[in-house]
Nanobody, 127 residues
């Protein structure tokens, strides 16, 4: 059974950093593009960052560009999201998602592109 399990969320002050991690129980992990999304209370789920299966291509939402870094370790079946310079508006439940990709360079930024989702981890940034 394929599972995605996020960890690393918590409470942090504005300007601080957090590192989220997602562990994937996927046999051919390198064949999956991975993404991070978030959902704040009363808002729709939104794209944060994505990384290709081989890790060579990344893409970020404008809100994350320059502050967040997505990375993956295909030997450990993990994908991380390093978040720096956090702002109160970054407060949300963060979700890890996986999507099988035909090519290792593909990335996906729409939530509808992803079939596999984790349970989410709460990130709260205080002002």
């Amino acid at each position: 059974q394929v599972q995605l399990v996020e960890s690393g969320g918590g409470l942090v002050q504005a300007g601080g950093s957090l590192r989220l991690s997602c562990a994937a129980s996927i046999r051919t992990f390198r064949n999956y593009a991975m993404g991070w999304f978030r959902q704040a209370p009363g808002k729709e789920r939104e794209f944060v960052a994505t990384i290709s299966g081989y890790g060579g291509v990344t893409f970020y939402a404008e809100s994350a560009n320059g502050r967040f870094t997505i990375s993956r370790d295909n030997a450990k079946n993990t994908v991380d999201l390093q978040m720096n310079s956090l702002k109160p508006e970054d407060t949300a439940v963060y979700y890890c998602a996986a999507r099988q990709a035909l090519y290792g360079s593909w990335t996906f930024s729409r939530s509808d592109d992803y079939a596999l989702w984790g349970q989410g981890t709460q990130v709260t940034v205080s002002s």
